[in-house]
């Protein structure tokens, strides 16, 4: 089965602080993603990769650092965290389509409720 | 811009049939998404629609119209544990996921 495991449920954190939040994957997937969910918006893409070593931003990467060192580990870094980056943070991983993206449902962690006083 | 617009909260009753709206527009189309959250879990994955059309998985269904930009979610003999967020995500011309706001759905006994 599918198993998706960030580091922490909750945190908190001081202003100013570096915070990182760790994602393992346990199913070989290339495609690991960091989400933001906060009440009212949808799931917003802070950063991807679909490799080791490789990162791409997404929609809201300001303030937000990745690091993809190992294939099955994909860490989200908030360099130096303010208030507006407390958030629910979601990781997800896939495999890439083969044959076409109906191939690649995106798997979920549990989330990481992230306060920054 | 790209969006995608679903309805905030729905109320339905134990037993009962609900179906959840989900409009999108988007840089291109190539499928779309449904997600069922609980609170306080990760989303997990329902359903894929890329062509137009009904598919069905047990009691749930999902419908796609992609020259109205128009989704539904079909729920059917609901039951308590139903009571979750039900999110609409549309994959665009970039392989990339557009996500809507989520449906909080009430079941009530």
């Known amino acids: 089965d599918v198993k998706v495991t960030q580091s922490s449920r909750y945190l908190v954190k001081r202003t100013g602080e570096k915070v990182f939040l760790e994602c393992v994957q346990d199913?070989?997937?290339?495609?690991m993603f960091w989400y933001r969910q906060d009440p009212g918006l949808g799931l917003r893409l802070i950063y991807f990769?679909?490799?080791?070593?490789?990162?791409e931003k997404g929609d809201i990467p300001e303030g937000y650092s990745v690091s993809r060192e190992k294939k099955e580990r994909f860490s989200l870094i908030l360099e130096s965290a303010s208030t507006n980056q407390t958030s629910m943070y979601l990781c997800?991983?896939?495999?890439?389509?083969?044959?076409?993206?109906?191939?690649?449902?995106?798997?979920f962690g549990d989330g990481t409720r992230l306060s920054i006083l | 811009g790209q969006n995608i617009d679903q309805p905030t909260e729905m109320t339905a009753t134990e037993g009962a049939i609900v179906q959840i709206n989900c409009t999108y527009q988007?840089?291109?189309?190539?499928?779309l998404f449904w997600y069922q959250q609980h609170a306080g879990e990760a989303p997990t994955f329902l359903s894929y629609n890329v062509l137009d059309g009904l598919e069905e998985k047990g009691r749930f269904s999902s419908f796609l119209s992609r020259s109205k930009g128009y989704s539904y979610l079909l729920l059917k003999e609901l039951q308590m544990k139903d009571s979750a967020s039900y999110l609409c995500a549309v994959m665009d011309s970039n392989y990339q996921l557009i996500w809507g706001a989520g449906t909080k759905l009430i079941i009530k006994p």
């Open positions: 990769s679909y490799d080791v070593k490789m990162k």
């Open positions: 997800a991983s896939s495999i890439p389509g083969q044959g076409g993206p109906e191939n690649q449902p995106q798997h």
């Open positions: 199913m070989d997937h290339e495609n």
């Open positions: 988007t840089s291109g189309f190539n499928g």
